[in-house]
């Protein structure tokens, strides 16, 4: 079944304990992307990658890294987590980064920083 | 840079009732045109989109929005609402070209009442 994981759905976490959302789809998309949604603000793109090793800052990369060393794998890394971020975060997939083919989303993590 | 505004927070309808969600979007052409559902606790799903040709667009589970040039709209309707339609809805613009990375709205919150 093609996919969107994401690990973990649920993570509780206290203020500047690194931690990562691990991110995965078996589609072999090129185009892989992060975004936030915050009640009453929608989506918010962090980051995305067009490829392996090509990745780029969304509209709210600040606090934030990735990385995308295979094409299946976008994790999405906090460094010193704030309550600020405390949100829903999605990951998102599709084939070409070049055209508007459909994107699919994984279930979401919600996160949050105590 | 493109925006777009869902201007309702939420709607309220009866199940069977007809429902319209309004999209506004700002660009300086004419863009690509989306509409996303997303249930409880899921992702998002595509619904239609919109890229050229017929103004009227048919989607899944029954949905079509109609892209209208002369009012930067691109409304969502469906002509009689089941109580499985309850969910978050999110319009999208993305431009012709460069990154083809959307902008979502920030979503509006369907209640369908018995």
């Known amino acids: 079944e093609a996919q969107v994981t994401q690990n973990p759905r649920y993570l509780i976490t206290v203020t500047g304990k690194k931690l990562t959302v691990t991110c995965s789809q078996n589609m072999n998309h090129e185009y892989m992307s992060w975004y936030r949604q915050d009640p009453g603000l929608g989506l918010r793109q962090i980051y995305y990658?067009?490829?392996?090793?090509?990745?780029d800052k969304g509209d709210v990369p600040e606090g934030y890294k990735v990385s995308r060393k295979e094409k299946r794998n976008f994790p999405l890394i906090l460094e010193s987590p704030s309550p600020n971020q405390t949100s829903l975060y999605f990951c998102?997939?599709?084939?070409?980064?070049?055209?508007?083919?459909?994107?699919?989303f994984g279930p979401g993590t919600r996160l949050t920083v105590l | 840079a493109q925006s777009v505004t869902q201007p309702d927070i939420h709607i309220t309808v009866s199940e069977g009732a007809s429902l319209e969600l309004r999209c506004n979007y700002s660009?300086?052409?004419?863009?690509?045109l989306f509409w996303y559902v997303q249930s409880p606790g899921q992702g998002l799903q595509l619904l239609l989109k919109?890229?050229?040709?017929?103004?009227l667009v048919q989607g899944i589970k029954g949905f079509e929005a109609e892209f209208k040039r002369s009012q930067s709209s691109f409304n969502l309707r469906k002509p009689s609402v089941h109580w499985s339609d309850a969910a978050e809805y999110f319009c999208a613009v993305g431009p012709r070209g460069g990154s083809y990375i959307p902008t979502f709205g920030r979503g509006t919150s369907l209640i369908v009442h018995p």
């Open positions: 990658s067009m490829n392996v090793e090509v990745t």
């Open positions: 919109y890229f050229s040709g017929d103004t």
């Open positions: 660009y300086g052409a004419t863009p690509y």
């Open positions: 998102a997939s599709r084939s070409d980064p070049s055209s508007y083919n459909e994107q699919f």
